[in-house]
């Protein structure tokens, strides 16, 4: 298929989810219906207070509204907005957060190029309130587009060298989405990352090694609201998730579950001190701080993230220099 029809045949459709931030939320509609490529815009309301539905409503048929009849948090959003989409892929965006004007044109590009992929990351910078650029999200693997093959996927997560990251960053293909069951509603914070682990069991991932999106870090950041024995918990539900679909070809290499329990209890021990925790640092650390096991994989870990997807000899293939 030439490459051009191929580009035309991807559809794609924006969900955005939002609660009570109107404020955001306008940003983030006008990234949306910014895009050098045109596509279909949601807006996935769960059952805000302050005027959103008047304000959506005010765009006509230029954006399609969603509203839950209840609360039903970012994964009932999430899968309200996909089931509304008509579009073959999803590009997701929480109401704080706003994208690049070509996003959508350097994921279709991307996806035409591979069509075997079910999920698309790229780079992001992360920025404060004024909108002032605070950093980015290093390039991941070779190239300006690259494919990891399906078989690859879930070994290379375990070992934190495959971050799709947030939904900022992440798009996926409808299909591989709706076969995965959609966004667990049970999880109160990584339910992103939960949903990637079950779209990659379908297909490809394709990264795009380009600042596409804007993660905005703020104090009203559903993220700042988490513990960290809450963050360390997830950590290891994410990690469990994951050891279960790694393909077979790398179960003779993988830690097991014990393993990975005892590092990510001191990483976290390690994260409390940091923040000057000491109390909570103390008792993450005991027993495991005299782990060698638990040492091994934290400096591997911090090896393997320093030098990214190059680290592993999963397969990866450019499709297109930069």
Known sequence: MPIQTAINAVKFSIVITTY???????RAIDSALA???PCEVIVADNASTDGTEDYVRSFGDRVVYRRNATNLNHSGAVNAGVEAATGDWIKLLDDDDYLAPNCIEEMTGAIALRPEAVICSCQAAQVNEQ????????????????YIPQADIHYGMLLEVVPFGTPAQ?????????????????MTSCDDIDSWIRIAQFGDALFINQCLSYRTVWSG??????SLQQRRDTNLLIKERIHRHIDQKYRAVVPNIGDISRYLQLHWSIVAFKQKRFAIALSMAFPTVFSPTAWRLLLQAAKFR????????IRKEILVNA
Request: aromatic share 8%; net charge positive.
């Open 221 to 226: 950041g559903y993220d700042q609201k988490i």
């Open 170 to 186: 992440v798009a996926f293909q409808r299909e591989a989405f709706l076969k995965s069951g959609g966004w667990d509603l049970t």
């Open 131 to 146: 909108e002032e650029e605070l950093s980015q999200t290093p390039p991941t693997g070779p190239g300006k587009v690259f």
């Open 306 to 313: 320093k030098q990214g997807a190059n680290a592993l000899s």
């Open 20 to 26: 009570n931030r109107l404020s955001l939320l306008k």
């Open 35 to 37: 895009q050098t490529t």
